[in-house]
């Protein structure tokens, strides 16, 4: 075995090495000991051949990120810190157009596609006030170019912002099946409303029944690195948004610690009142004024509607989306218990998460918080994604 001399430093590391900002780390920092952990993990893949099989493997590269995972965590609760958060320009990049921002309320809303996001966009829009957005705020947020995103600040101010209490940050979860189930309906059985169904635009099929479409969801999703977009089989972090995992939205992997509030798409109307009210702007945005947006109500050609636009009914009090759910759909009749059981299983991290957080579709709204203390659990997702379908 060989050993560093007296007062040297370990292979692959410089005693002058300094960081981005000038410093240099202090003796025995967490970042040289990280980058002790990951020079020793690269030797370790150069002798991958005479290390063994994929267990050697796992043994030799997971182990020693664990412990130094563990070895972190416990000083951290050692010395009573707060964990901060912190954003990176990829991060937000990521993120891209699913977080919205509303500085005046201090508000920031992490859109889930097939959960309530175009309702909630529009709210976003209303907030702005009627003299800058002129009523537009009904018609359909998803193609405008003046969204107020998060993805358009600064990596320091959004920090800022993820980690001071006096921010709402909030994000509605619906049940993995249902939305999977919602997300066919919408985008493939019923897609030629948006040109071409997704069958076509994404799979080059000319039809693909529910089936074929949980064969290609709960397919083994490639564990080469970095993901790409193409890799449109299983789930992974690049997988369509309007089925991909639920926590791997808006980094909620990281950052869902920050939510203080986490609603329920099956009580969407109870906390969605719960949300405005606790920032005190029920009354003005949310109890009165959604009706059917502007471009229906012409359509129908219904004066008295025309006339009680100002006034309508409460947020999510109807649901006027063009792809809801109606009765002739039957949505019972897509599931049988076999591909009931595969989604599940192919979603377990987010009914994983759901529990980690004490989080109840039928139940009242938490928070996030736990999910720093539980996520650890995960640690194989986490700390080594080669072994595992993050």
């Given at each position: 075995?060989?050993?560093?001399a007296p007062?040297?430093?370990?292979?692959?590391?410089?005693?002058?090495?300094?960081?981005?900002?000038?410093?240099?780390?202090?003796?025995?920092?967490?970042?040289?000991?990280?980058?002790?952990?990951?020079?020793?993990?690269?030797?370790?893949?150069?002798?991958?051949?005479?290390?063994?099989?994929?267990?050697?493997?796992?043994?030799?590269?997971?182990?020693?990120?664990?412990?130094?995972?563990?070895?972190?965590?416990?000083?951290?609760?050692?010395?009573?810190?707060?964990?901060?958060?912190?954003?990176?320009?990829?991060?937000?990049?990521?993120?891209?157009?699913?977080?919205?921002?509303?500085?005046?309320?201090?508000?920031?809303?992490?859109?889930?596609?097939?959960?309530?996001?175009?309702?909630?966009?529009?709210?976003?829009?209303?907030?702005?006030?009627?003299?800058?957005?002129?009523?537009?705020?009904?018609?359909?947020?998803?193609?405008?170019?003046?969204?107020?995103?998060?993805?358009?600040?600064?990596?320091?101010?959004?920090?800022?912002?993820?980690?001071?209490?006096?921010?709402?940050?909030?994000?509605?979860?619906?049940?993995?099946?249902?939305?999977?189930?919602?997300?066919?309906?919408?985008?493939?059985?019923?897609?030629?409303?948006?040109?071409?169904?997704?069958?076509?635009?994404?799979?080059?099929?000319?039809?693909?029944?529910?089936?074929?479409?949980?064969?290609?969801?709960?397919?083994?999703?490639?564990?080469?690195?970095?993901?790409?977009?193409?890799?449109?089989?299983?789930?992974?972090?690049?997988?369509?948004?309007?089925?991909?995992?639920?926590?791997?939205?808006?980094?909620?992997?990281?950052?869902?610690?920050?939510?203080?509030?986490?609603?329920?798409?099956?009580?969407?109307?109870?906390?969605?009142?719960?949300?405005?009210?606790?920032?005190?702007?029920?009354?003005?945005?949310?109890?009165?004024?959604?009706?059917?947006?502007?471009?229906?109500?012409?359509?129908?050609?219904?004066?008295?509607?025309?006339?009680?636009?100002?006034?309508?009914?409460?947020?999510?009090?109807?649901?006027?989306?063009?792809?809801?759910?109606?009765?002739q759909d039957?949505?019972?009749?897509?599931?049988?218990?076999?591909?009931?059981?595969?989604?599940?299983?192919?979603?377990?991290?987010?009914?994983?998460?759901?529990?980690?957080?004490?989080?109840?579709?039928?139940?009242?709204?938490?928070?996030g918080a736990?999910?720093?203390?539980?996520?650890?659990?995960?640690?194989?997702?986490?700390?080594?994604?080669?072994?595992?379908?993050?």
């Open positions: 075995m060989i050993r560093n007062g040297t430093t370990p292979r692959g590391l410089s005693r002058d090495r300094i960081d981005d900002d000038g410093s240099r780390p202090p003796p025995g920092s967490a970042r040289i000991q990280l980058a002790f952990v990951q020079r020793r993990d690269h030797d370790l893949l150069a002798t991958q051949d005479r290390a063994g099989p994929t267990v050697s493997r796992v043994f030799y590269l997971v182990l020693p990120r664990w412990c130094f995972f563990v070895a972190a965590h416990a000083k951290t609760k050692e010395k009573n810190l707060d964990v901060r958060l912190e954003y990176r320009r990829v991060e937000l990049k990521y993120a891209s157009h699913h977080m919205f921002v509303n500085r005046e309320h201090k508000l920031l809303y992490c859109a889930v596609p097939k959960v309530a996001c175009t309702e909630f966009m529009r709210l976003f829009f209303r907030l702005q006030g009627k003299n800058k957005d002129r009523g537009r705020w009904r018609g359909d947020p998803h193609f405008r170019s003046d969204k107020p995103l998060f993805s358009g600040i600064d990596p320091e101010e959004a920090t800022q912002i993820i980690n001071d209490p006096e921010w709402t940050k909030f994000v509605f979860f619906r049940d993995p099946a249902e939305r999977l189930l919602s997300a066919y309906i919408d985008k493939f059985e019923k897609g030629a409303r948006y040109g071409h169904s997704y069958s076509v635009r994404l799979y080059k099929r000319k039809h693909m029944n529910f089936s074929d479409f949980v064969d290609v969801v709960t397919a083994p999703s490639k564990i080469t690195a970095p993901r790409k977009r193409s890799d449109l089989s299983g789930l992974h972090a690049w997988t369509n948004p309007h089925w991909r995992n639920q926590r791997f939205m808006c980094n909620l992997e990281k950052f869902l610690p920050a939510y203080n509030f986490v609603g329920s798409f099956s009580k969407l109307r109870e906390h969605a009142e719960l949300l405005l009210r606790a920032k005190g702007i029920w009354d003005e945005y949310g109890a009165s004024g959604w009706t059917p947006t502007q471009h229906n109500v012409r359509r129908k050609r219904n004066k008295n509607a025309i006339n009680n636009l100002s006034e309508g009914t409460a947020m999510f009090a109807q649901n006027h989306a063009w792809h809801r759910a109606r009765p039957k949505r019972h009749d897509y599931w049988t218990q076999d591909l009931l059981a595969r989604v599940k299983a192919a979603y377990k991290l987010d009914y994983d998460m759901f529990d980690a957080i004490g989080f109840r579709l039928d139940g009242p709204p938490t928070r736990s999910w720093a203390q539980n996520k650890s659990r995960h640690f194989l997702c986490l700390m080594a994604p080669e072994f595992a379908p993050c």
